[in-house]
């Protein structure tokens, strides 16, 4: 591990040590290298954590969490969404959080899902590793605007992190239903101002970069995080669900 992942591992764990009050925690977990990495690190900070996974059946979250927990070997529960429900909840969702911005009803949809075998297993606090894409250039949008230069591409993260912000008040507004909270230790202030100011090389090289969150990829595998998490490209929380799909089809 060199000194700039050092530098970063202790401003992630300051971060969660600062958010995450609860010791007995769920993490929402895709077997992703963002969800992957803040399990290891809340494991090793001696939090008492349980894997949450919901998807439809065969889906590619269910099925890669399950790949990858085999790794890791941390304690699992999964929710497999019923495709009868799914029509009536999802409208139900639409209705509370009052938008029709496509990508908040699919991640609150997911998170009821999250909140709802959470509060089934007596977990009222759940951990979540967004503001990773946000802050290290994970969305493909980033490969877009990357030849436009660092100004660039700062003003589009402060596009991503301001929606990604209101929009986890819409995630946690759906949660409290089921008397669970969701957390973000990496969408706070002091952690916020600290990821802005690594280098844009660490994040992403070009507009060919298909990859990139470099210093997240090499963090994670520092940490113990298995290769076939740490170097996959992932797909977004309501595709490997298949919440995005499913929900196109009862509209």
Same mark, same amino acid.
């Given at each position: 591990?060199?000194?700039?992942?050092?530098?970063?591992?202790?401003?992630?764990?300051?971060? #969660?040590?600062?958010?995450?009050?609860?010791?007995?925690?769920?993490?929402?977990?895709?077997?992703? !290298? %963002?969800?992957?990495?803040?399990?290891?690190?809340?494991?090793?900070?001696?939090?008492?954590?349980?894997?949450?996974? !919901?998807?439809?059946? %065969?889906?590619?979250?269910?099925?890669?969490?399950?790949?990858?927990?085999?790794?890791?070997?941390?304690?699992?529960?999964?929710?497999?969404?019923?495709?009868?429900?799914?029509?009536?909840?999802? $409208?139900?969702?639409?209705?509370?959080?009052?938008?029709?911005?496509?990508?908040?009803?699919?991640?609150?949809?997911?998170?009821?899902? !999250?909140?709802?075998?959470?509060?089934?297993?007596?977990?009222?606090?759940?951990?979540?590793?967004?503001?990773?894409?946000?802050?290290?250039?994970?969305?493909?949008?980033?490969?877009?605007?990357?030849? %436009?230069?660092?100004?660039?591409?700062?003003?589009?993260?402060?596009?991503?992190?301001?929606?990604? #912000?209101?929009?986890?008040?819409?995630?946690?507004?759906?949660?409290?239903?089921?008397?669970?909270?969701?957390?973000?230790?990496?969408?706070?202030?002091?952690?916020?101002?600290?990821?802005? $100011? #690594?280098?844009?090389?660490?994040?992403?090289?070009?507009?060919?970069?298909?990859?990139?969150?470099?210093? #997240?990829?090499?963090?994670?595998?520092?940490?113990?995080?298995?290769?076939?998490?740490?170097?996959?490209?992932?797909?977004?929380?309501?595709?490997?669900?298949?919440?995005?799909?499913?929900?196109?089809?009862?509209?």
């Amino acid at each position: 591990m060199d000194e700039n992942q050092k530098i970063l591992l202790e401003k992630i764990t300051n971060s #969660i040590k600062s958010t995450v009050d609860a010791k007995k925690i769920g993490v929402a977990f895709s077997g992703g !290298v %963002d969800s992957t990495m803040m399990a290891k690190i809340l494991s090793s900070l001696g939090y008492d954590v349980t894997l949450l996974t !919901v998807g439809f059946k %065969d889906s590619h979250d269910i099925m890669f969490a399950k790949q990858v927990n085999e790794l890791l070997g941390l304690p699992h529960k999964i929710l497999e969404i019923v495709p009868k429900t799914f029509e009536k909840i999802s $409208k139900d969702i639409n209705t509370k959080i009052k938008t029709d911005n496509l990508s908040w009803n699919e991640n609150c949809i997911a998170f009821y899902y !999250v909140s709802k075998l959470a509060s089934k297993i007596g977990i009222r606090t759940v951990v979540t590793a967004n503001g990773i894409d946000e802050l290290f250039c994970g969305y493909n949008a980033y490969r877009d605007v990357v030849s %436009d230069g660092e100004s660039a591409v700062l003003e589009l993260m402060e596009k991503k992190l301001a929606n990604e #912000i209101e929009m986890m008040k819409a995630v946690n507004l759906i949660s409290s239903e089921n008397e669970v909270k969701i957390l973000q230790p990496l969408l706070t202030f002091d952690f916020i101002n600290f990821a802005k $100011k #690594i280098p844009l090389d660490e994040k992403i090289h070009d507009k060919d970069d298909l990859i990139r969150k470099h210093i #997240i990829r090499k963090l994670a595998l520092s940490v113990g995080v298995p290769e076939v998490s740490a170097t996959k490209r992932k797909k977004a929380l309501q595709y490997g669900t298949k919440i995005h799909k499913t929900l196109l089809k009862s509209r």
